[in-house]
């Protein structure tokens, strides 16, 4: 069973920044593909940004890819998201997701494990 803790969210001003952090309780977290997904009300859950097994390749969205950056401490079990420059349209809950799968995929349905998500709200 994957279990994955997300913390680090909050209420910020735009222009900050902030880190996300994500706890995963598996034997080897280098099995899997992690990544960042965020959701707005009202809109679907879409992704933030990919990171493969040992860090080799990332992929973001074209918004996230200037100002956020996704990175994974396989020994810790630790996933993050830093993200700097926030703006109010950044505010949605983030969600962990992991995959064993292989693939670095950009789509919520090629992830079977999700946390609880935590909520990020940008505002002044």
């Known amino acids: 069973q994957v279990r994955l803790v997300e913390t680090g969210g909050g209420l910020v001003q735009p222009g900050d920044s902030l880190r996300l952090s994500c706890a995963a309780s598996?034997?080897?977290?280098?099995?899997?593909?992690m990544a960042w997904f965020r959701q707005a009300p009202g809109k679907e859950r879409e992704l933030v940004a990919a990171i493969s097994w040992r860090s080799r390749y990332s992929h973001y969205s074209d918004d996230a890819k200037s100002r956020f950056a996704i990175s994974r401490d396989n020994e810790k079990n630790m996933v993050y998201l830093q993200m700097n420059s926030l703006k109010p349209e950044d505010t949605a809950v983030y969600y962990c997701?992991?995959?064993?799968?292989?693939?670095?995929?950009?789509?919520?349905?090629?992830?079977?494990?999700w946390g609880q998500g935590t909520q990020v709200t940008v505002s002044s």
């Open positions: 598996v034997p080897h977290l280098v099995s899997y593909v």
């Open positions: 997701a992991a995959t064993d799968s292989g693939r670095v995929g950009i789509t919520k349905y090629e992830y079977e494990y």
